[in-house]
């Protein structure tokens, strides 16, 4: 059983719809990753936390701790926002990752 | 700045045959890393170094040999390339030693297929 489980595998969506990605993690970690991966294959860092929330732009991560439980959320997607969304969790050295959430948003 | 640069971007090999990946960072980064992407995996962790002279195991290290002669350099070895190494390989950074608790920084990767 992976350390990370991410859901759903695939989303598909309506442009301008609200998006929720789950990430549960099984392990101590000391930060939650929310990475975006490009159809063209580039990885970006979006978001990394410990704690509570944070929000850029059209995007908002969230963490529970004691839940083992992160959420990314996506406001009024845009077919832009179409990638591999991947959560990855550590605790000091090593990251380990989910298999990440396609996302197609259709216009 | 640069970022993270990887070298070559596509590699095709003969079973057996060993090369070396590059990855080079501008950022003054403490922590590098390698990984491996597959098809419906996530990505996983092969060597990773928290400073110069400094490297480790990650999740899959068997067949892949690491050294960090410099800050600014994290080459990946394969010693004798298999076809179960048929890849995308991603060189990270962070800033922090404890690279997990820091922003990643990912280079483009290079896709390898070994024949």
């Known amino acids: 059983k992976n350390e990370v489980e991410q859901s759903p595998q695939n989303l598909t969506a309506q442009e301008g719809e609200f998006i929720t990605i789950n990430c549960s993690y099984s392990?101590?970690?000391?930060?939650l990753h929310w990475l975006q991966q490009h159809p063209g294959g580039g990885i970006v860092s979006l978001f990394m936390l410990s704690s509570g929330k944070k929000k850029h732009g059209r995007l908002i991560a969230t963490i529970n701790i004691q839940e083992k439980h992160s959420s990314l959320h996506i406001t009024a997607s845009h077919p832009r926002d179409s990638a591999v969304y991947i959560c990855?969790?550590?605790?000091?050295?090593?990251?380990?990752f989910g298999k990440g959430t396609k996302l197609t948003v259709n216009p | 700045n640069a970022g993270v640069t990887q070298t070559p971007k596509f590699q095709v090999l003969k079973t057996g045959q060993s090369m070396t990946l590059q990855c080079a960072q501008d950022m003054n980064h403490e922590y590098m890393s390698w990984y491996r992407q597959d098809p419906g995996m996530g990505l996983r962790l092969i060597h990773y170094?928290?400073?110069?002279?400094?490297?480790d195991q990650g999740e899959v290290p068997n067949g892949y040999n690491v050294s960090r002669s410099t800050t600014e350099d994290f080459p990946l070895r394969l010693l004798s390339a298999a076809p179960s190494q048929t890849s995308v390989y991603f060189c990270a950074s962070s800033a922090a030693s404890g690279g997990a608790r820091d922003t990643q920084y990912f280079g483009p990767g290079t896709r390898l297929t070994v024949l």
């Open positions: 990855a969790g550590g605790g000091s050295e090593k990251l380990v």
């Open positions: 170094s928290v400073g110069a002279g400094i490297t």
């Open positions: 392990v101590g970690i000391s930060a």
